[in-house]
């Protein structure tokens, strides 16, 4: 097991995300580069705003783009050991697993920690770009299994229970998600967790 912080991780779109993210820079650019009134410096600099507008874009249009969606717990997932004590060290498989679904896949992730907690251990181990999307019970004042949290979840994500699976190393938390129709997978290690989700048709 890796004790080490993860270093920021580059994030990774599907195919046809990536496309449409390039559609949507050119028609950016399009539109801007007649401000550049034809000198050329200003047209480049005008492309890259174009670029870094439709790279903002880009979580909204996988949101509606991708159907499939993969909903991973953190603690005892990604990471593991104590909270209050900085013991945290990083579960062997879980990164490389879920960076390789990415691909296919939105990938979030939905744990049940406060607003200080969830802030100070997000900054370490990047959550925001392990994941496509991120919530925390903090934000909703509800905690899993509480099934209306999983419901706030989908709503967000544009996501169907019967084509979203949900991870958790907590059985009662996955027993909560399928009673909503959602698929659940009770996670053991990345080795494990992969061969399931093939199963289910999840395959990275």
């Keep these: 097991m890796k004790n080490t912080t993860p270093k920021a991780q580059k994030r990774t779109w599907s195919p046809f995300v ?25 047209g480049f600099l005008l492309a890259a705003v174009g670029y870094l507008v439709a ?3 880009r979580p909204l249009v996988k949101k509606y783009a991708v159907h499939k969606t993969v909903v991973f717990d953190i603690h005892g997932v990604y990471i593991a050991g104590d909270f209050n004590i900085e013991a945290l060290y990083e579960i062997e498989g879980t990164r490389d ?10 990938v979030a992730a939905l ?30 004042r509800i905690k899993k299994p509480d099934p209306k ?12 229970p019967e084509d979203t699976v949900f991870l958790d190393d907590t059985a009662e938390n996955v027993e909560a998600a399928k009673k909503l129709g959602i698929q659940g997978i009770v996670f053991k290690n990345a ?14």
């Design 191 to 204: 080795k494990q967790a992969e061969e399931e989700l093939k199963k289910l048709g999840f395959g990275p």
């Design 55 to 57: 790279s903002a874009a």
């Design 111 to 140: 744990t049940n920690m406060g607003p200080e907690l969830f802030n100070m251990w997000s900054r370490k181990w990047d959550f925001a770009h392990t994941y496509d999307y991120v919530y925390y019970s903090g934000q909703y």
């Design 18 to 42: 990536d496309w449409l993210h390039l559609v949507l820079t050119v028609i950016a650019s399009v539109l801007l580069l007649p401000l550049a009134f034809g000198d050329v410096l200003s």
């Design 149 to 160: 949290l999983f419901e706030i979840v989908l709503k967000d994500l544009n996501a169907k």
């Design 97 to 106: 697993l879920i960076q390789r679904l990415r691909k296919k896949y939105k």
